[in-house]
Structure formats: structure tokens, C-alpha cells
């Protein structure tokens, strides 16, 4: 049996990476796909569009730390695989709120895995022998760089700065743990910054591209020249996938894009691109609305990740440049207004008046 055939389950799936990956799932034609998602403000049905009538396709609207449900949902659909894309994940929030970061990304992780693992001990042989749990985090766990430091391996220690960072590095310490502990065949990937179509606009690109579309301020954190290594999602979904199908179990894989760039040279380059492929009605550039604002708490500065690993041993390397990938987000934002609308509820535009609002151009 194809690991990648039969049924997987994806939490969070409704979210920005998740939504991606099912519609990668589903187009193989060989996969079903269960998707459990919370629904809070970062996810939507929208984001699944026509995939919700597939019939290779379930959507549940429920919490990752509900064990009956999570229970229910394994038993009931046969599940082969579990890829874990449920999390809080947004550095300015869980400034704000630690405590649902942690009651998410680590009792919820916590809950998962357990609920995994009782179910995995009672399968048959062979369906326990091809079961796997996919765990999927975030670069931040191994700290900060600075400008000549080698970029994080598998090997980097943890060293997370905010509660967003130490809530993930918790839930990777858990899967490690009940893989030697209880012998359950996970595996943990740490990704660098994903950008791409679906995401919410509160992270960087998005909000530049809508801002800048909207005639807003785009508000650039400090000086602007903290770097991250930027890893378009449809690449990072290739790379789950390739992951789940022939990964080693017990072992941690760190999937980057090798796009390194600053702050401003993100927002430049949108600015640029925005220029050509939505000229401003009053004309002048968009680089015009650029407004630098007071840097936030314990910002890192910079990220940047290593994935011979995954090169070597799995013959992945991401096939999209950032200058590709960048004009498709773009021209996927400015082709999907309805989608905009629906995702910038009040609730978004009280988080960025507040977020925002309150901080002088500096």
C-alpha cells in the first residue's frame, strides 16, 4: 500500500498552508482527505472552495484538543497518515496572548499525538507498519542569526524568543518524545516563511500587497532590514508530501526556499511589481506609502534554513523563485477581491488598527 494512498488527516486544514496542501492531497486522485479545522479567524471554508463537494473529501469544523472527536475522526475514516498543520501562529498575537498559543500549538499537539498513538497500537500489523505522524513547525524554534551566522540545520538548538516560538518548540519536543517513548513513527519539519495565495493577510506580504492596493500605509517594523528566508507554499507543500511518503521516521527534515531578503527588499520588490501590474490612479509609486514604525518586541533578525537533508535524502529542492512566486501572490490577491472582502471581518481590521494604529512613523 502507496503511504500516500488511502486517507489522511490534515488539522488545520482550512488555514493557509493546510488549504494548500489538501488541494495537493486531492489532486492525486489516490488520496482521500479529512480536514479538521477550528475555523478561527485565520481559517475559512473559502479557502477550500470546490474541494468542500469533493467526495474524496470530509470537512469537521473542530478543535484538535477535543480527544472524543479526534478519536471519532481516526477510527471512523481509517486514517493512514496525520499531517498536524493545526496552530497559532502569529508572533504579534501571541505577544498579545500567549495562553491560547499555548493551549493550542502544545495541549492541542499534546492531545493529538495521544489520541494517534492509542490508535495506532490497535491497527493491524500492516497498517501500523505504513502509519505516520507529520508534525509540521516553524524555523523560529532555533532562535536568531546574525548577518555571517551558517543558516539552522537539524542540528541547530532550540532557542525560541517569543511565546509564538516556544509554544511550537514545546509541540516539537512532545512528537520527539512520544516517537522514543512510544515508539510512534512521526516526523517533525521546521519550515522557513511561506507566503503564497490563501494566507492571511496580517503577515507581511499580504498586507503589503492590500494595503499598498487599498492606498494604506505599509508599515515596515525598525529599519527594515531584518531577514527571513522565504519558501513559496505550493513548494512546501511538495515537500510534506514527499516527506510523509519516504521520510524517515523519528527524524526532523528543515524545508527552506534559500530566499534570503530583507524586510524592505520584500516590500520593495511588491511595490515594483504592484507598479507594473496595478499602476496607482494617481500615479507615482507605491513605494511612496512606505512608513517605517517602532520594531516590535523580541523581533528576530534574521532566519534563514539549510535543507541538504532534505536535497540529499529525498530529492527535494523548491522549483520557485521569490521573484515567481511574488508576482503569482500578488496577481492571485488582486484577482480574488471576494476573498478579501470575506477575510477582512472587523475583527481583522480592529487587530490591525490596533497593532498599527497606536505606533508613530518613526
Excluded at 25 to 32: A, C, K, N, Q, T
Excluded at 184 to 191: D, G, I, K, R
Amino acid at each position: 500500500m502507496d503511504r500516500l494512498a488511502g486517507t489522511v488527516l490534515v488539522t488545520g486544514g482550512a488555514g493557509f498552508i493546510g488549504s494548500n496542501l489538501v488541494r495537493h492531497l486531492i489532486s492525486r486522485g489516490d488520496v482521500s482527505v479529512v480536514t479538521l479545522d477550528k475555523l478561527t479567524y485565520a481559517g475559512h471554508r473559502l479557502n477550500l472552495g470546490d474541494i468542500l463537494g469533493s467526495p474524496r473529501h470530509v470537512f469537521v469544523e473542530g478543535d484538535i484538543a477535543d480527544r472524543a472527536l479526534v478519536a471519532r475522526l481516526l477510527q471512523t475514516h481509517a486514517v493512514g497518515a496525520v499531517i498536524n498543520l493545526a496552530a497559532e501562529t502569529h508572533v504579534d498575537r501571541s505577544i498579545h496572548g500567549p495562553a491560547a498559543f499555548v493551549q493550542t500549538n502544545v495541549v492541542g499537539t499534546l492531545n493529538l499525538l495521544e489520541q494517534a498513538y492509542l490508535y495506532w497500537q490497535k491497527l493491524p500489523p500492516s497498517d501500523r507498519a505504513l502509519f505516520r505522524f507529520v508534525h509540521v513547525s516553524t524555523d523560529e524554534v532555533y532562535g536568531s542569526l546574525g548577518c555571517g551566522d551558517p543558516a539552522f540545520t537539524e542540528a541547530s538548538p532550540y532557542a525560541p524568543n517569543s511565546p509564538y516560538a516556544a509554544s511550537k518548540a514545546g509541540a516539537d519536543h512532545l512528537v520527539r518524545a512520544f516517537h522514543h517513548t512510544y515508539g510512534l513513527p512521526a516526523l517533525t519539519t521546521n519550515c522557513s516563511n511561506n507566503y503564497g495565495p490563501r494566507q492571511y493577510p496580517e503577515k507581511l506580504i499580504p498586507l503589503m500587497i492590500l494595503n499598498a492596493s487599498n492606498g494604506e500605509p505599509l508599515p515596515i517594523y525598525g529599519d527594515g532590514q531584518n531577514v527571513r528566508d522565504w519558501l513559496y507554499v505550493e513548494d512546501h507543500c511538495q515537500a510534506l508530501l514527499r516527506i510523509l511518503e519516504a521520510g524517515t521516521v523519528g527524524e526532523t527534515y528543515v524545508v527552506g526556499g534559500s530566499d534570503e531578503l530583507t524586510n524592505c527588499e520584500v516590500v520593495g520588490m511588491i511595490c515594483d511589481m504592484l507598479d507594473e501590474m496595478h499602476p496607482r490612479s494617481t500615479g507615482g509609486s507605491y513605494r511612496e506609502q512606505i512608513a517605517f514604525v517602532p520594531d516590535r518586541a523580541g523581533h528576530d533578525r534574521r532566519y534563514a534554513m539549510n535543507a541538504q537533508k532534505l536535497r540529499g535524502e529525498l530529492g527535494w529542492t523548491p522549483a520557485t523563485s521569490f521573484p515567481e512566486g511574488l508576482r503569482r501572490t500578488i496577481g492571485w490577491y488582486l484577482e480574488n477581491p471576494q476573498w478579501v472582502r470575506e477575510v477582512q471581518t472587523p475583527e481583522y481590521r480592529q487587530w490591525i488598527a490596533t497593532q498599527y494604529g497606536g505606533r508613530s512613523s518613526a
